[in-house]
């Protein structure tokens, strides 16, 4: 389960789950506790070895089962909670080249420190800091000093765009898992691709190089699919009736926006930098503002066009007037040829009709967390069952899948939930967004925008704050092939 795509939340804060080492670099954390217990083992029940406080900068070497192996400033060493110790991101370093015929790389920061190796005019490092003339890099996994003046920017290595293919992929560090992971790119967004070296991409990031999985790039992606990009407001063409009924909330619309500005202030409320109101020139998640909060909580702002105000349809109820072969042309149209989905449009209809939810809605959610059908764990994943045979299931929504070990744990769910088909899993995806979301007798959240924003309960299904909106785009694709007599239902909230 992404966490730029969801996380569900409930009035008590949520805590992170971590199994197993954190990456294979190190990164620096702050202590939120006013007094936090640093132990010599990961658990209570070891001793107390030290206590630090709040604000407290430290190093995190290792985690495990909820735990964070720290180094303090002085350099003592134990085991704290994770709970209270959030995570600083590190620095993005900066790609320069090399501008002299020859530059020596040196232990330290001046002529006097020993050479490590020499570097050769066009060669490109890292720079991590610059101080006093001196460029602290990395080159070759070695880290160094050289003369900052014999650096240059200009950077002029040809690149290939080629475009994320699956619902959303980390961005690393370096080549492999076990690297941090920078930010998330979801389908269809733009990836600048310098070099492949097997299954890893080596990409253009911010001023600096990334990696991310070349199996999940593709050249070509089609461009009305990337619901990051400015589509115009095209009316479907559904002729049967329209309802629109306004529901009236017991607060007002600025207690609205301070109640979520404290949860984008927690990080459970992301937008892309690039198409936020205060932000620009990034692709990076960051927490939304209070501006960008009230441009998405505004239902004024969306309910003049098809794209916005399908986020108010009201998909708790079935509708019939489309039929398994328009769903199916629709996914031939959109899917990659090896998409699960083709050819499924009547599992589609029944799973809809049997929880009694919008079909335009549930195909929509399942094309976007899928990325339309080719994620891994959409095209199936293979488990031990009981008696050592192989199983394979399938999981649309990535529920049950933790951070560290997201395609075992979620396979296993579906194992349990016996999603061990396509039809199978369209079945229980509807029943799991039924019991929990749509017909939950607790939330109620029979709208997109009910789904994406509620009040006082945290229980939101996603993060990025555009997510509703991004449905709405896909089920735009989709209710025009609803027949002239099936009738449309608004359900509008209306502010105190």
């Not at 404290?262 to 936020?276: C, D, E, M, V």
């Not at 998909?315 to 398994?324: E, F, L």
């Not at 997201?406 to 229980?428: C, E, H, L, P, R």
Request: hydrophobic letters at 30%.
């Amino acid at each position: 389960m992404n966490f730029n795509k969801k996380i569900v939340l409930t009035s008590a804060v949520v805590l992170p789950f971590f199994m197993g080492t954190i990456n294979a670099q190190s990164n620096e954390g702050i202590v939120t506790s006013y007094g936090l217990n640093v132990r010599s083992g990961p658990d209570k029940s070891y001793d107390v070895k030290f206590v630090i406080s709040k604000d407290d900068k430290v190093t995190i070497e290792d985690s495990s089962n909820g735990w964070y192996k720290i180094t303090t400033k002085s350099g003592r060493q134990g085991w704290a909670s994770a709970k209270y110790i959030d995570i600083i991101e590190n620095q993005t370093t900066t790609i320069k080249k090399v501008s002299a015929s020859s530059l020596n790389m040196r232990k330290g920061p001046s002529t006097s420190y020993d050479i490590i190796t020499k570097l050769t005019k066009g060669q490109e490092v890292e720079v991590i800091s610059v101080e006093n003339e001196w460029a602290k890099i990395k080159y070759n996994s070695k880290v160094g000093y050289v003369s900052n003046k014999y650096l240059s920017d200009e950077i002029d290595s040809s690149v290939t765009i080629k475009y994320v293919n699956t619902s959303s992929l980390n961005v690393r560090t370096g080549p492999s898992t076990d690297y941090k992971v920078l930010t998330v790119y979801k389908y269809g967004q733009e990836v600048k691709v310098v070099s492949i070296n097997g299954s890893w991409a080596k990409i253009k990031y911010k001023d600096g190089y990334a990696y991310i999985s070349n199996k999940y790039l593709t050249d070509k992606i089609p461009d009305n699919e990337d619901c990051d990009k400015n589509e115009g407001n095209t009316e479907n063409n559904n002729q049967g009736g329209l309802k629109t009924t306004y529901e009236n909330l017991s607060y007002s619309f600025d207690t609205m926006v301070d109640y979520e500005y404290k949860l984008s202030q927690k990080g459970y409320n992301k937008i892309r930098a690039n198409i936020s109101s205060d932000y620009s020139n990034s692709n990076n998640y960051i927490n939304a503002t209070k501006t960008d909060l009230k441009k998405y909580l505004n239902p004024d702002n969306f309910t003049s066009n098809s794209n916005g105000k399908l986020q108010f349809l009201r998909i708790d109820k079935y509708r019939s007037g489309i039929t398994a072969s328009e769903l199916n042309a629709y996914f031939s149209k959109y899917c990659q040829s090896h998409s699960v989905f083709l050819n499924k449009g009547q599992a589609f209809i029944d799973a809809a009709k049997k929880y009694d939810l919008d079909v335009t809605y549930l195909v929509a959610a399942s094309m976007l967390e899928t990325g339309h059908g080719i994620s891994k764990l959409a095209q199936g994943v293979y488990v031990t069952d009981s008696s050592g045979n192989q199983v394979k299931v399938y999981n649309f929504f990535g529920i049950s899948a933790y951070d560290g070990t997201a395609v075992s744990s979620a396979s296993q769910y579906a194992y349990k939930k016996g999603w061990t088909s396509v039809d199978k899993t369209i079945d229980g995806s509807a029943k799991w967004l039924s019991d929990n979301y749509i017909h939950s007798s607790k939330y109620n959240q029979n709208t997109l925008y009910k789904m994406r924003w509620s009040y006082n309960t945290g229980h939101q299904y996603a993060t990025d704050v555009d997510w509703a909106v991004c449905i709405a785009k896909l089920m735009n694709k989709i209710v025009p092939y609803y027949n002239d007599s099936t009738t449309l239902e608004y359900l509008v909230p209306k502010y105190k």
